[in-house]
């Protein structure tokens, strides 16, 4: 039977007594405490008691940490929305401990892409904060639908541990009553939610169980989920009582009852929201989570709301989100999430700014990277069912090109460890089963043999054919990108292969590749072109590695996209 190997009791900070103490006792039990500055502050419908009272914790913690030796103990905290105002003095406030204590684990809620998890990083990075380990919330079903590109960036970025939220992902998919931990339509989705993040080797976190007196069923879904889960898991727990069942060797059999008491209220849902929403309001006492009765069910502000709207209440109905935002699809590989340049440098942020400076709109971008020519459609066709993206843009990328040319191939594979594969694609196309991996920026070391193999590898992989038919699987999948978006009204565009000046075998291919795709879709397809790797000035595009675009590329890239996004964004909004 398979215990949770990660416990994170969330902890009041307003707790009477030693302070480390506290904390040491949860870490003895085998738990990291965690403190929350985001949804156990805030206040429904009050916007400035809500700010108020988050600041409020931030100071309290403040007095608790500072000038205490607590940094060898174990402890996390839950930060705002990367979006909200309050992100930015949850940041501030770890600044000022100023090394007296660090947080071993930041929980980072509502990420819905991995542009916000990028964003997060450099943030992070930028203010010197020491953290062991970052662990993204996913609580929306925009974020639940793009989880598999979120878990590749968790992957390749060294993030181990992965959280479902499952109070905001009811609030934010417009369910009520709320289904909770035991319900079979939350079964559904956290099995799906393993399976995909599990594939790129991360930890799920489950999302805490609000009966904090139910103990057969905490039991139960402690069992549940260990049977779920392939890899090692973690549990949220919301008391000492939990950290204690999780923490013992005793579990809950498959025989043993999920006792709910939410099956029996939730029958007559009217009776269930306005009882709800009387206890939550008599309870409050200040808090925006509050624990209802002598069963110990922790009532959220999420299921308060959609409670309060449920029944007609704070402007009658629930408002459907507004979205004047015109989304934008990159499907491509690093480049909105390169390292080594600052997010605000980054080619998809300057372009958001000239859209918004030229256009007047604001653009909601998402990137979705693809390694595998054949994985490309299902990914848009995935991506834009969550997205619903006004435009794509398709970027030809050198690896996959360069790759499939080669006669003999290295690369990482599935498993992880190095394989190899002789390429004749003039047979039948077959592309390896790669995994992407990050390389450095710096100039590789010379080697005058291995360079010879190398021309010699391109080389005898054009004699045999493999460039041409490679070439032709890029142009019929580009063409399939682009029945399915004449189908599904999403404009176009492909930014074309890029230069890689790191060897010239490798600049004529690119360039040839351009020039194949450029003729075949002349009059057709909006077509940008991108191979350059000087800038007018004359100064290198490239990082000493010659092959990551440094800021000066990004900026080019971005000029050059903006020409044709700004025509399809204006047609879009002069047509309405």
Do not use: W
């Not at 992070?124 to 953290?131: D, I, P």
Request: with cysteine; glycine share 6%; net charge positive.
């Amino acid at each position: 039977m398979k215990k949770p190997k990660y416990i994170f009791q969330f902890c009041k900070c307003g707790t009477s007594g030693n302070f480390n103490e506290l904390i040491r006792r949860v870490n003895e039990s085998g738990a990291a405490a965690v403190f929350d500055l985001e949804d156990s502050q805030y206040i429904p419908y009050e916007e400035k008691e809500t700010a108020l009272l988050k600041e409020k914790t931030r100071k309290c913690l403040f007095e608790k940490f500072a000038g205490s030796n607590s940094d060898s103990l174990i402890s996390g905290v839950r930060l705002n929305n990367i979006d909200s105002p309050e992100f930015e003095k949850d940041l501030s406030f770890m600044e000022s401990l100023n090394g007296a204590h660090n947080f071993k684990f930041i929980f980072l809620p509502k990420i819905e892409n991995v542009l916000q998890m990028k964003r997060a990083e450099y943030e992070l990075e930028k203010r010197n904060l020491s953290v062991r380990e970052l662990i993204p919330i996913i609580e929306t079903e925009m974020g639940y639908g793009n989880l598999e590109s979120i878990s590749e960036f968790c992957r390749l970025n060294s993030i181990r541990l992965l959280a479902f939220g499952h109070c905001d992902y009811n609030k934010d998919a417009g369910l009520f009553p709320f289904y909770h931990p035991g319900s079979d339509y939350l079964d559904e989705k956290i099995q799906l939610f393993v399976k995909t993040i599990e594939r790129s080797g991360l930890n799920y976190v489950n999302t805490p169980f609000l009966e904090l007196e139910n103990t057969s069923g905490f039991r139960k879904i402690l069992l549940k989920t260990g049977n779920i889960c392939s890899n090692d898991f973690g549990q949220v727990t919301l008391s000492k009582k939990q950290t204690g069942i999780v923490g013992s060797d005793y579990f809950a059999d498959e025989s043993e009852p999920l006792y709910n008491v939410y099956e029996e209220e939730t029958a007559d849902v009217l009776n269930y929201a306005k009882k709800l929403v009387t206890d939550f309001e008599a309870l409050r006492n200040g808090n925006g989570c509050v624990i209802k009765d002598k069963r110990g069910r922790v009532i959220s502000p999420q299921e308060y709301e959609s409670a309060v709207l449920f029944l007609g209440g704070k402007n009658g109905i629930r408002k459907k989100k507004e979205n004047h935002q015109y989304s934008v699809g990159i499907i491509g590989g690093c480049l909105p999430v390169q390292e080594n340049i600052k997010p605000d440098e980054l080619y998809h942020q300057i372009l958001t700014k000239k859209i918004k400076k030229e256009c007047n709109v604001d653009m909601r971008i998402t990137a979705e990277r693809y390694d595998l020519l054949g994985d490309v459609l299902d990914l848009i066709k995935k991506s834009n069912e969550v997205n619903k993206f006004d435009c794509i843009i398709f970027h030809v990328r050198p690896d996959p090109y360069l790759l499939n040319t080669k006669l003999y191939t290295k690369y990482i594979g599935k498993n992880n460890s190095m394989e190899r594969k002789l390429n004749l694609q003039i047979l039948k196309f077959r592309e390896p089963s790669l995994m992407p991996v990050n390389r450095g920026f710096g100039a590789p070391k010379r080697n005058p043999i291995k360079k010879i193999l190398r021309n010699l590898n391109y080389f005898f992989g054009i004699i045999a054919g493999n460039a041409y038919v490679t070439a032709e699987e890029y142009i019929k999948l580009i063409n399939e990108i682009d029945e399915y978006c004449r189908n599904y009204s999403v404009e176009l565009i492909i930014a074309g292969p890029p230069a890689r000046p790191r060897m010239h075998i490798e600049m004529k291919l690119m360039k040839n590749l351009g020039k194949k795709l450029q003729k075949s879709f002349a009059g057709e397809l909006t077509y940008a072109d991108l191979f350059f790797h000087k800038s007018n000035k004359g100064g290198s595009l490239f990082f000493d590695d010659k092959v990551h675009y440094n800021k000066s590329g990004h900026e080019l890239f971005a000029d050059i996209i903006s020409v044709p996004l700004c025509d399809k964004v204006g047609k879009k909004y002069k047509d309405n």
